[in-house]
């Protein structure tokens, strides 16, 4: 039996293991589900799945979380500090599906009990790449992709040498606004922003994908995840969500990923990792699809491309203050404090202010560091939105 805990079991990623996780409730011991503030859900899936322990990152929420599970054995808990300590918890695999920066700290410490981590927060690549990397190394763990265009990348390449690889092509449905005519984009609102074409997801990734700030953080992965060049990196808009990813290699040929839009194939193929197993997803009827299309992003219409392409060329803890910003500007949108198109200028304004700063760029890439940066780059972008307010 394989002791497994969920870091943002209640999230759309979270509920997609989940219900893979359920279908063979005998093979695993869950040990810890961890979520915000849908408490309801959190406290469900502890009772359904018989975990240890149930933690809300909510302190506020801890007494209805205890309420909810009443006269169960699940112990419950609430604030960071509890999700970090539940990491510490020795388990086989954990899922880090927690969004935004606060995914890192738990998966560090997951890592240094040697974990294997099957990694769906993006941030903490985005932000400390070689700390985590360089932690599942000191610590014998292993850190395995779920997001689906990285896990496609890591499928095409098993069996193959690094050294072939010429480049890596990360496919993208281009959102809700990728037809809409670029002088509209000012006025897109927040429902708009939050209805994806092909996938179901939170609300945050879904506006993410409307201004491509999600790929852009995904190119970021990649570099820092296969460790090539960010001038081996592409983008392609794909509006069938069908090829994930493709890896191109030094005879020409191009090795793609294609499967339904389904977050629980990559978490499956992670949760089964090294072997592959049947799971519940669509099987795809290519004659019935027909065709599938392809064409170049419009850097105009995303502009968070070219950041995340700066980022990657800047390196040091560019990474932390691109998604601090990026992370704030996001809040500044669905509070209606800036528009679509100003939260691209926002972490622009961001990357040139604190870019400049005496020793940053080479600075140590420690938890500390990222943290302070992290702390640092959320007021410099808060003054930004104040500024365009």
């Known amino acids: ?92 695999w954990a899922l880090s599906a927690i969004v935004g920066a606060a995914g890192l700290v738990p998966g560090l410490e997951a890592l240094s009990h040697g974990t294997t981590l099957a990694l769906a927060n993006k941030e903490s690549l985005v932000t400390a790449g070689p700390l985590l990397l360089g932690r599942a190394k000191a610590h014998g763990a292993t ?13 095409a390449l098993v069996g193959e040498h690094m050294a072939a690889v010429e480049r890596i092509i990360i496919t993208a449905s281009g959102g809700a606004f990728r037809d809409w005519p670029l ?11 939050s209805s994806h074409p092909n996938w179901d997801m939170g609300q945050r990734i879904t506006i993410d994908s409307s201004s491509m700030f999600n790929k852009a953080m ?27 990813a493709m890896v191109g290699f030094n005879d020409g040929a191009l090795m793609a990923h294609v ?10 193929y992670a949760l089964h990792w090294p072997e592959r197993k049947a799971l519940p997803v669509e099987r795809l009827d290519l004659a019935k699809i027909g065709s599938l299309s392809f064409e170049a992003p419009d850097q105009a219409r995303y502009p968070a491309l070219a950041l995340a392409t700066r980022v990657m060329h800047e390196g040091g803890l560019s990474g932390a203050i691109f998604n601090a910003a990026k992370e704030r500007a996001l809040d500044g949108f669905i509070a209606g404090e800036i528009g ?8 622009a304004e961001t990357l040139d202010k604190m870019s400049s700063l005496d020793g940053l760029q080479n600075a140590e890439i420690t938890l500390d560091n990222v943290l302070e940066t992290d702390r640092l780059a959320r007021i410099r972008a808060g003054e ?5 307010g």
């Open 218 to 244: 995904e190119l970021i992965e990649t570099k820092e995840f296969f460790g090539v060049s960010p001038d081996m990196i592409e983008v392609l808009i794909h509006r069938e969500s069908m090829i994930h």
């Open 259 to 268: 499967g339904p839009p389904d977050m629980r194939h990559a978490i499956g």
């Open 1 to 92: 039996m394989r002791r497994i805990t969920l870091f943002g079991a209640t999230g759309s990623v979270g509920q997609s293991a989940i219900d893979l996780i359920a279908r063979d409730m005998p093979a695993y011991d869950v040990v810890a589900l961890t979520g915000g503030r849908n408490v309801a859900q959190l406290a469900a899936d502890a009772r359904r799945l018989n975990a240890d322990l149930a933690v809300t990152c909510y302190p506020e929420c801890y007494d209805e979380l205890k309420a909810l599970l009443s006269g169960s054995p699940v112990e419950v808990a609430a604030g960071p500090e509890a999700i970090t300590e539940a990491a510490s918890r020795p388990v086989d």
């Open 143 to 155: 850190v395995l992709p779920v997001d689906s265009e990285h896990s496609a990348v890591f499928q």
């Open 340 to 347: 679509f198109l100003e939260m691209s200028r926002v972490v």
């Open 183 to 193: 002088e509209k984009l000012a006025t897109a609102t927040l429902a708009e922003a």
């Open 384 to 388: 930004a939105i104040s500024q365009l």
